[in-house]
């Protein structure tokens, strides 16, 4: 029976002095070395004392103020190092997430194929999960090469007794070079136990069709029939990619949450190297859920990960074989720089959205940097520059400027239109029209960690700006405005309609100001926020103007609370 001791007995029990010698003994010999009984008597005081210490050792984890999320992977090691336990431990690392492992199988592997498989004795994969599961706190568990079935069960014993937040399955069973990684006889493991634990499965095409008995999938709607049947085997979302399907210029993943199926579209990425795409999937996904994400947002997140590591690498040179790996850590090439910006979108801080118009700043005789620094001290919550006739240099030159100014305050700062002026600059993300680049595209040209704003007047528009991977809509113009030549006024019906369906975060724009910003926040109850021009910037003071607005938008939201 676990009990809880004082601190003091903790810090001087035999688990710490134990641990150690067993785990040398371990690195120096095989995996059989537990039978010999000197080595059992350790290996059962190690656990004795580590599970009487366990209520201490975990409040001392859970109470802690740095704790880091945690992804344990089980799964096999690739010596080639693109796939299996290296892959999980280099995208938990890109995504800022803590990998410890278990590893199911050793392979002697390469970018031709996998020469050999060991697989580890269900004993010390047992062993294994229980050094982790009883020290450290883990948040979620990912799945990978789970070789036999009596290790498929061995999982399974250890996740009833140690529930995690999710449960990650990629029910790895071939890998890219047509090597057979798991037998028949797992199936029967991953069906009847370890999938109902599941809260997502992501399997390939032909994982999907051997989990299903081999049904043949060569369309979309196959794969959303397979979703759906797989989703009856019990996991809570079923993840069916779709990479390998024949004659389609995209990659369509289909999505199904148990009631509704989401297609995520992008462009294939035409490279070699995708050796290890999979487990980098799942594992990221699993690193998302770790960090708090939602499963969807989970989903999407990781996948855009994926597309922007393969994009990086596309001409990456590692071995000879047919499928080479992927750099996981080209996204975050700019290491320095992106550890001191947020680590993703905040759709809160659409609440006083500050776009700037060079007219009027030549109007009233500021330069950018004044404008953006008066409406930043004033309150304003995400700052996009709108320099419809700036020469490009000038441009560059007056962002980087005004992103020294944003980050000391921690306010975001994006660039209307010019995705160059961006990248250029290294600003926090980009606003896209209809008209301006397509948002996957500059997604893809971002990055994953990019902010990407896309301006929608119907509900088909926003959809389309969440399957490309943006982060929020602008919507309108709801009132009329004469900052933008020609726009459509789409009132606080149209605005309505689009926020209600829209599954991207929302921020109100055109003709809002002192005057009519809490009407917007009160009438569209899930808009995030309003994006104001001439109602900042069209006025003597913007640091006096920003500051009254920002007082009506917190009002606004204290009285929705
Ligand atoms: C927050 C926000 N929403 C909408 C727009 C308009 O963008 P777009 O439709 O591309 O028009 P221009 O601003 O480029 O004239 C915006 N800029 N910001
Ligand atoms: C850029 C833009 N997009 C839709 S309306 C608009 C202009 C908003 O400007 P203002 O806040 O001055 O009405
Ligand atoms: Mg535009």
Redesign the pocket.
Known sequence: MACALPLERYKSSTSLQVAPSVFRQVRNSSFVSWNSDSNKKNQRQFFVTMQADNRVSRNMHTSSDNKIPHVLTVAGSDSGGGAGIQADLKACAARRVYCSTVITAVTAQNTVGVQGVNIVPEDFVAEQLRSVLYDMHVDVVKTGMLPSLNIVKVLCRSLREFPVKALVVDPVMVSTSGDVLAGHSVLAGFREELLPMADIVTPNIKEASALLNNVPLRSVSDMRTAAKLIHDLGPRNVLVKGGDLPDSLDAIDVFFDGEEFYELCSPRVNTHNTHGTGCTLASSIAAELAKGSSMFSAVKLAKRYVETALDYSKDLFIGNGAQGPFDHFLALKNIDQCCHRQDSFNPNCLLL?A?TDSSMNRKWGRSIADAVKAAVEGGATIV?L?E?DAETREFIDAAKVCLEICRSYGVPLLI??RIDVALACDADGV??????MPAHLARSLLGPEKII?V?CKTIEQAEQAWVDGADYI???GVYPTST?ANNRTIGLDGLREVCQASKLPA?A?GGIGLSNASVVMESVPNVKGV?VVSALFDRECVLTETRNLHTVLSEAMLSRK
């Open positions: 959205y776009v996009q709108r419809k209307n239109d606003h896209v029209g209809q008209s301006d704003g301006s602008g919507c309108g933008k921020v724009i994006a």
